[in-house]
Each structure stands twice: as structure tokens, then as C-alpha cells.
């Protein structure tokens, strides 16, 4: 009796935490920032991925922006960076899946897993400007 007393304070425990967390992931700190890339199609899509959301521009300086559910990384041994696969879900509860692979140099650019053959790179931002310009 006593046995099962603990089993369910244990489980109305584990639940209570589980009500408690928002449901949003956090994203690491090298992935946050504006992407851009200069392939035309997409020139005026740029898409931001702040700690917690991720914003894709839908042209003419509009944008759809989506909560961060779940990141998921892995080590692909066959590329450079890790894949990253972002899962945010719409306002109609659709879920979704944005993939990714990020390499760090050069300031960091990113290649989306199905066109490789874009490359994304980071808006830099106004703090990050070299000084050089100062005289």
C-alpha cells in the first residue's frame, strides 16, 4: 500500500513538471540572427531564428512567425556542420520541420538539408561592425 502511494506521488510529480514547461526549445546561440541569401528566387525571404521562435520572410517585407518546439542535432560524418532540424508548429497546430546544416566558418553560413546548393549567410549586426570605419 504504502509502495503505491509513493508510485503516485512520483507520477502526479513527473505530470505536474510536465504541465509546467512552456513546450518551447531554446536556440543556440550560433544559429540566432537574420539569414540571408543572394540567390534570387529567395533575395527578399530572409528568415530569423531568435531563442525561442523562428520568423520566414514571405516577401515584400512580410513574414510568418512560428514558435521553436523542439531542436533536434545531429553529427552527419558525411558534412562539415551538424544538421539541425527545427520543429515549430503553426497556429492551426500543424507541425513542421525546418532542416538545416550549419558550418561555423567563416562567420557561420547554413545550407538548407533539401538545396545544399543555397547558401545562407548571417545579417551582422550593428554592434558586430568593425571599428576600422572610425577615425
Not at 13 to 23: K, M, P
Request: aromatic letters at 12%.
Amino acid at each position: 500500500m504504502k509502495r503505491e502511494k509513493i508510485l503516485v506521488l512520483i507520477l502526479c510529480l513527473v505530470l505536474l513538471f510536465a504541465c509546467q514547461r512552456s513546450g518551447k526549445a531554446t536556440a543556440p546561440v550560433e544559429l540566432i540572427g537574420v539569414w540571408k541569401t543572394t540567390a534570387p528566387a529567395y533575395a527578399d525571404h530572409p528568415f530569423e531564428i531568435k531563442t525561442d521562435e523562428v520568423i520566414f520572410g514571405t516577401g515584400e517585407g512580410q513574414f510568418d512567425i512560428y514558435p521553436i518546439m523542439k531542436i533536434k542535432i545531429e553529427k552527419d560524418p558525411r558534412e562539415q556542420g551538424p544538421l539541425y532540424t527545427l520543429c515549430y508548429k503553426t497556429v492551426e497546430g500543424q507541425e513542421y520541420r525546418f532542416s538545416f546544416y550549419y558550418y561555423p566558418a567563416n562567420h557561420g553560413t547554413i545550407r538548407f538539408k533539401n538545396q545544399q546548393e543555397m547558401v545562407w549567410t548571417k545579417e551582422e549586426a550593428k554592434h558586430e561592425k568593425s571599428d576600422d570605419q572610425t577615425s
